[in-house]
């Protein structure tokens, strides 16, 4: 009778290498790819994939040559660590679907990769008698072998079981990153917290290279590109205290202009500077480097600037200047 592989995902006693996990992944996406081809780099068997759509035959193609492909309940059962790397809102679904089908068996690993689901959508696998875990990448993808580089210090958002600890710490390690773990009931705040500073982030980033183009920068990436890694450094470092700018400085009449500006230029990007000033606005009041009278002054302008919302730009321009106080007043 042969001797089952070993479970462990590290070196045993003796120093030799564990042997590899037989790894079986359902989402061939930006994620699922990417983390397949680092663990198959680590020394791991992907046996079969599954992914339906162009884009994802093409990652299977370039990140996992030679893995065959396969229906999600044939990955399952051809695998002794199934890792689930669907969308959020899919994932409920797929893993009830392979639990009823009967492909996901007793003492099986079953991983899932989303940041806003813990242990609970893996019931139906966790009811077969499978060991389960939730590990989160807080990384943004592109789907490329570029991703590869950028895991060595990934932080993983794990939610675990007592019998999947050392699991989490194995992948994890294996993946180049370290853990951080998040209780159950605190998984969606964990996932919103990184959504609200990557993708609108992007949103951020995004608009602000609108506004430079439409001033005449040739390059706004480049203009932004010093500046914007700065802040970020220095936010991550030493929190609200990093804020410049005319909120913090309470400079009333340079935010008016701004918003005349931009309703001018870019009215679509109106809203999300006056929700944003608000909320800088609140911080600095808070740290006590802007006196309340101030920010009062300077909430004020900008709720008149989204409560006058005319139908064109020009007039909705027009309508922001016409806020200012008569000539010789200061606000």
């Not at 037989?22 to 791991?44: E, K, Y």
Request: hydrophobic share 45%; net charge neutral.
């Amino acid at each position: 009778m042969s001797t089952p592989p070993s479970r462990s995902l590290r070196p045993q006693p003796d120093g030799d290498r564990a042997r590899s996990i037989r790894i079986g992944v359902v989402g061939a996406g930006r994620v699922g790819a990417v983390l397949a081809a680092a663990l198959r780099d680590a020394g791991h068997e992907i046996v079969t994939v599954a992914g339906e759509s162009s884009a994802s035959r093409t990652r299977i193609e370039t990140l996992l040559p030679g893995v065959p492909v396969a229906k999600p309940t044939a990955v399952a059962r051809a695998c002794d660590l199934l890792l689930l790397t669907v969308p959020d809102d899919m994932l409920s679904n797929v893993v009830s679907m392979l639990a009823a089908s009967g492909a996901i068996r007793e003492g099986q690993q079953v991983v899932h990769t989303s940041g806003k689901h813990g242990l609970s959508v893996l019931a139906p696998a966790a009811d077969l008698g499978a060991h389960v875990l939730a590990m989160h990448p807080a990384m943004t993808f592109t789907g490329t072998d570029v991703d590869l580089g950028r895991l060595a210090g990934c932080v993983y958002g794990v939610t675990a079981t007592l019998d999947t600890h050392e699991l989490a710490r194995d992948l994890v390690a294996d993946l180049g990153g370290s853990v951080v773990w998040v209780p159950e009931d605190r998984r969606t705040l964990y996932h919103a917290g990184l959504a609200h500073g990557a993708n609108h982030l992007v949103t951020l980033v995004t608009q602000a290279m609108d506004l430079l183009r439409a001033s005449g920068a040739q390059d706004p990436a480049s203009t932004l590109r010093p500046l914007l890694t700065a802040a970020l450094d220095n936010a991550l470092s030493y929190g609200s205290a990093a804020l410049t700018g005319p909120i913090v400085r309470g400079d009333v009449e340079t935010v008016r202009a701004h918003l005349a500006d931009i309703a001018d230029s870019a009215p679509e990007t109106l809203e999300s500077y006056v929700v944003m000033a608000r909320a800088t606005a609140n911080r600095a009041v808070l740290d006590g480097r802007l006196l309340p009278i101030r920010a009062a002054k300077l909430v004020g302008i900008l709720n008149d600037a989204l409560d006058v919302a005319p139908a064109t730009p020009t007039a909705a321009a027009a309508a922001v200047r016409a806020t200012r106080p008569a000539s010789g007043r200061r606000a």
